[in-house]
């Protein structure tokens, strides 16, 4: 038999139930055709972001390699990725096509378009869970109803679940004589990169992942909030693509024990909860998930301002530029600057969900989409009228001010706490060259609390 491993969110050997479930159909004698398609779908949607086709860039050569390695290749295609999955298919003549389930819309059409294209010339789709998820979506939910909207009960049915054996990466792998292949993508090719892009592939994860178990994640419940402390995993560019398997990184966490690695777990189950909330609602990645019909601003010289990092809140900017110099920020900083521009400039979360896909490496329509929603209070935030002042989060996660001394060099040599409140400074001694306030955040909480019809008060 010959069968064909369909790669998507799942870019790795390791610990993959979908290249594992092609072989096993394939066995001994048979042949696997490993397809990876630069699908044209994702490129229309604006999620072709050049951080991201870079990081992919890495990917896939690594993987290629590993293929190599094991006696077969990657086949790349370019177009429509069930027109060329279906062609592939058809060369190679192919039995069963493997995939693994996921959760937005876009991936729920593919699975379901794959399938019935491939019935149509009598071939099977075979679809694995707990592939690009831990804990399926769907797998556990509250009674008589499809989601969770609320982390900690999920939380503890999660945390509940049996999880499937880690896999092995496979011995060898043999590929079809005859199926053609497009070039692999090149990363140099890549225009508009980060300077400071993370490289991306299998081993470059399974390097950082052994690295963060031996050395970060004790620390993480303590230091995970601290912003210059860069303590966090950065593994979210290696979940997002698949080139780390979620289910090993908790099984590992778990082996290792401890506040540190219980913390990080509870991240990734973070993950797992937005998922679940996308799958059952597709259109959460646009709509509100709940709406306060809130009547956003059009401002796009403040939109703008934030985009750029010129908001005259430094703790911001330092956020915003740290985006563009890495295509990655932290997730305090994540939260700050989504409250700050949906809630304090009272912009549409859209804008800024629209711009830090632009620009994460980890751009995830799931995580991104519902971290946004959670942020402006339309998603699962069960306090969702709270707002973030950036002064006390610059204070109590910044105390020292490097985080936006690093990323503000206007703001170098501005010694102390002032560093987060220049315009405080007396005015020979505010730097010429960094803005003042956009914004004056009383008025711009009031204004938020009255546009949501919420008691007016102390923060
Ligand atoms: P760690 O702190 O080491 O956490 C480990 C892993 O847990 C992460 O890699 C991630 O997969 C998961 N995780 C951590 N926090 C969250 C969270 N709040 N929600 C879901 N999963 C989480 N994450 C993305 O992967 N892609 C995105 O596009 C994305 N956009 C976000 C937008 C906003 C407005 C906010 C507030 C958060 C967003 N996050 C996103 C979640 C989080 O900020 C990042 O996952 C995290 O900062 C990545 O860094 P890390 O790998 O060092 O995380």
Request: hydrophobic residues 40%; contains cysteine; charged residues 30%.
């Amino acid at each position: 038999p010959v069968t064909l491993a369909l790669f998507t969110a799942d870019l790795r050997l390791h610990d993959n139930p979908v290249l594992r479930g092609a072989l096993d159909g394939a066995g001994q004698q048979g042949a696997v055709v490993p397809l990876f398609v630069l699908d044209d779908g994702v490129r229309k949607a604006g999620f072709d972001a050049p951080n991201r086709l870079a990081f992919l860039a890495d990917c896939l050569g690594d993987l290629d390699e590993g293929l190599r390695e094991r006696g077969g290749r990657l086949v790349v295609r370019t177009g429509d990725v069930v027109e060329e999955t279906c062609r592939a298919a058809h060369e190679a003549g192919v039995d069963e096509v493997h995939l693994a389930a996921d959760v937005s819309g876009y991936a729920q059409r593919r699975e379901d378009r794959l399938r019935h294209a491939l019935r149509a010339e009598g071939r099977r789709l075979r679809v694995h869970d707990a592939v690009t998820a831990v804990v399926p979506p769907g797998s556990v939910t509250p009674q008589g109803k499809d989601h969770f909207a609320v982390f900690t009960p999920y939380f503890r049915q999660w945390q509940a679940q049996r999880l499937r054996n880690v896999l092995g990466s496979p011995r060898g792998v043999t590929v079809p004589d005859g199926v053609k292949s497009a070039p692999l993508p090149s990363r140099s090719r890549t225009r508009s990169v980060s300077p400071e892009l993370p490289g991306g592939g299998e081993r470059e994860a399974r390097r950082r992942l052994t690295a963060w178990m031996r050395r970060g994640v004790d620390a993480y419940e303590d230091r995970h909030d601290d912003l210059p402390a860069d303590a966090t995993s950065r593994l979210s560019p290696h979940l997002h693509f698949g080139t780390l398997s979620a289910v090993e990184a908790v099984r590992r966490a778990r082996a290792r024990g401890g506040r540190g690695a219980e913390a990080f777990v509870r991240q990734l189950a973070w993950r797992d909860f937005h998922r679940q909330v996308l799958a059952a609602r597709p259109r959460a990645a646009h709509a509100d998930y709940r709406t306060h019909g809130d009547r956003w601003r059009r401002d796009e010289r403040a939109a703008d301002a934030w985009r750029e990092g010129r908001t005259g809140y430094p703790v911001v900017d330092a956020a915003m530029r740290q985006l563009r110099h890495e295509g990655w920020m932290h997730n305090r900083a994540r939260l700050l600057t989504a409250g700050f521009l949906t809630k304090t400039l009272y912009v549409d979360w859209r804008v800024g969900a629209r711009h830090f896909l632009d620009w994460l490496v980890d751009g995830d329509v799931a995580n991104n989409q519902l971290n946004w929603q959670w942020a402006a209070g339309t998603g699962t935030d069960t306090r969702p009228n709270r707002v973030l002042n950036p002064l006390t989060q610059a204070r109590r996660f910044d105390p020292e001010g490097a985080f936006v001394r690093r990323w503000v060099p206007e703001l170098a040599d501005v010694a102390g706490r002032a560093v987060h409140a220049p315009w405080t400074l007396a005015e020979e001694d505010r730097p010429r060259d960094y803005p003042g306030p956009i914004v004056d955040l009383d008025a711009a909480r009031d204004r938020f609390r009255r546009a949501r019809g919420a008691r007016t008060g102390p923060a």
